[in-house]
């Protein structure tokens, strides 16, 4: 009865339209009172322990800033100039570029829409002015910009392994190589079409023109060197590296790049200075720079958005943790693992079902959510069937990346239909042969585990 209650109050309260973290703390809220002996302050404490339990989430407020940092600055435009330099010369290379650069700038932010928006909103135009179709361009860079979730350093797979206990570290390195992958194929599939539709190609840059827009990102890249190098190697724990991170890209966005902040007039090098007054006078403008940014207002306008985005994510996590929580003390995962158990449903079609089922979730609700909602039910049954947790957390997440671009709350598709000016319905018929595409990359990595799990063995055996 408890579980029915359950149920039935998300449902009518994401049918009212309230907010997830709204519906799911309601519910769950409504379900302790009425089925158990705890009190409200014991539900207060339970949502307070959800998120100051898990050491993990502390990650994601952390790399939430630093993606504000380098969002904010002009890290997306660097990347976007290195790939078109690198393979703009291709057929159809400005839109290869621009997956390229999703993929690039999906490793520094983590986040999907913030890589639609950053990159889309620089390169759309420009792709639309050398002859690509405006639905072509769209619809490529918001599937290519899912690959933020996917992409380690990636938000969704820190929420999952707070979930679950999964090693954080174990899912970075397992997303690395279907993220590569996906936007291969991405890559492959826009040469081809660009020959079949003769798209443009772009004049080779030069060896010299990579070279110095490769120096120009890679105050951006080096992030992602930085983060996930330190993890690797073992130096930090994912939390410590988020906020090596979140320090990195305030002085990448203050100092390095100076887009943003007390020093943006300041130049590196003023016309005549020779390179020792140079280096003296940026050394000194660094504490310089940190101590003014304490009162300068575009800081404090990234700081607090990046505050307001951290603060909702984690006020739906804490509240998903609940519900889970109620979840577990009515066993349900455990009556689902048994009963799926007594059925006789193989690996291969409970891999099916789930993906089915998470694609119907996809369409309704935020990722974070789905994630601490089914992976404590679906984990159980996954264990019983020999699928590795890992291999598990990884085909989650590729179905939240087609959440993304599937109706209703695909937030991909709001974000290609705000830089465009176009409507949800333009957006929604632009992105749906990109989403076909996305579903046969699932389908190859829910039933190829070593797609996922190659590189984290690979790396424990050394």
Not at 97 to 125: D, E, K, R, W, Y
Not at 165 to 170: D, G
Not at 193 to 203: D, G, I, S, T
Not at 211 to 231: F, H, N
């Amino acid at each position: 009865m408890a579980a029915a209650t359950l149920f039935i109050l998300l449902f009518i309260c994401m049918a009212l339209g309230l907010p997830i973290a709204i519906a799911l703390g309601f519910s769950s809220m409504t379900a302790i009172l009425l089925f158990t002996n705890d009190s409200m302050a014991s539900i207060a404490l339970k949502l307070f322990e959800s998120v100051s339990e898990h050491y993990t989430l502390l990650a994601i407020p952390f790399f939430i800033l630093s993606s504000a940092f380098l969002s904010s600055g002009g890290v997306a435009r660097r990347l976007i100039d290195f790939a078109t330099a690198s393979i703009g010369h291709v057929r159809g290379g400005l839109a290869m570029a621009s997956v390229l650069a999703c993929m690039l700038f999906a490793a520094v932010s983590g986040s999907s829409p913030a890589t639609v928006a950053a990159v889309g909103s620089i390169v759309l135009a420009g792709m639309v002015r050398s002859g690509y179709p405006l639905s072509f361009a769209a619809g490529a860079i918001s599937t290519a910009g899912t690959l933020g979730i996917l992409i380690p350093p990636s938000i969704v797979m820190l929420v999952y392994s707070a979930a679950t206990e999964v090693s954080a570290s174990r899912m970075f390195m397992a997303g690395f190589v279907p993220g590569i992958l996906i936007g291969l194929i991405l890559m492959v599939t826009i040469y081809i079409v660009a020959r079949r539709k003769n798209l443009p190609a772009e004049p080779f840059a030069g060896f010299g023109t990579i070279a110095k827009t490769g120096w120009s990102a890679s105050g951006g890249l080096l992030l992602i060197v930085l983060v996930l190098g330190s993890i690797y190697a073992g130096v930090a724990s994912p939390t410590e590296a988020a906020a090596v991170a979140a320090v990195y890209g305030f002085l990448v966005a203050i100092w390095g790049y100076r887009d943003v902040g007390p020093l943006k007039d300041q130049p590196w090098r003023k016309e005549g200075e020779n390179v020792v007054a140079m280096l003296v006078r940026n050394i000194i403008l660094l504490p310089l720079g940190i101590v003014r940014s304490v009162w300068n207002p575009e800081i404090g306008k990234i700081v607090k958005d990046a505050a307001r985005v951290s603060i909702t994510l984690l006020f739906i996590i804490a509240n998903a943790m609940l519900f889970a929580h109620v979840l577990t003390s009515e066993q349900i995962p455990h009556h689902l693992a048994a009963t799926i158990t007594e059925w006789g449903l193989p690996a291969w079609g409970f891999l099916i079902v789930m993906n089915i089922l998470l694609l119907m979730a996809g369409n309704f609700m935020e990722p974070s959510a789905i994630l601490l909602i089914m992976a404590p039910i679906l984990l159980p049954i996954a264990l019983q069937l020999g699928i590795d947790p890992i291999h598990l957390g990884i085909v989650m997440v590729v179905n939240m990346e087609l959440g993304m671009l599937t109706p209703p709350v695909g937030l991909n598709l709001f974000v290609t239909a705000g830089i465009t000016g176009k409507s949800i319905g333009w957006a929604i018929k632009a992105c749906a042969p990109w989403l076909l595409l996305m579903l046969v990359c699932l389908l190859v990595i829910t039933f190829v585990p070593q797609i996922s799990l190659w590189l984290p063995n690979y790396l424990d055996g050394l």
